[in-house]
């Protein structure tokens, strides 16, 4: 059984930072795509940045490009996501997900294996 276990969120102000991490135990995760999802109240939960497993290649929406950063650990079988200049837009709930088929970076469907969800609340 896949576990995936979200970490670091919670109150900042504007343009500060935050660094969460999300730890996957379960299986082998050599051949998966980790990522970032957040969903603000009344709205759909969104792609933020993804990764592969062997770190090789990154995508990330245009909406955090140059503010927030993805990266992994494999020693520690750990994801994280820096995140700097936090804007209020920025509060939601964010998500961990692992997937192993699918080539859409950002498609929320071709994500088999979630997190419980960290919350991040950036006040101004």
């Known amino acids: 059984q896949v576990q995936l276990v979200e970490s670091g969120g919670g109150l900042v102000q504007a343009g500060g930072s935050l660094r969460l991490s999300c730890a996957a135990s379960?299986?082998?995760?050599?051949?998966?795509?980790m990522a970032w999802f957040r969903q603000a109240p009344g709205k759909e939960r969104e792609f933020v940045a993804a990764?592969?497993?062997?770190?090789?290649?990154?995508s990330t929406a245009d909406s955090v490009l140059g503010r927030f950063t993805i990266s992994i650990d494999n020693a520690k079988n750990t994801v994280y996501l820096q995140m700097n200049s936090l804007k209020p837009e920025d509060t939601a709930v964010y998500y961990c997900?692992?997937?192993?088929?699918?080539?859409?970076?950002?498609?929320?469907?071709?994500?088999?294996?979630w997190g419980q969800g960290t919350q991040v609340t950036v006040s101004s």
């Open positions: 379960g299986r082998r995760f050599s051949t998966a795509t």
């Open positions: 997900a692992a997937k192993t088929t699918g080539r859409n970076y950002g498609s929320l469907l071709e994500y088999s294996d």
């Open positions: 990764i592969t497993w062997r770190g090789d290649s990154t």
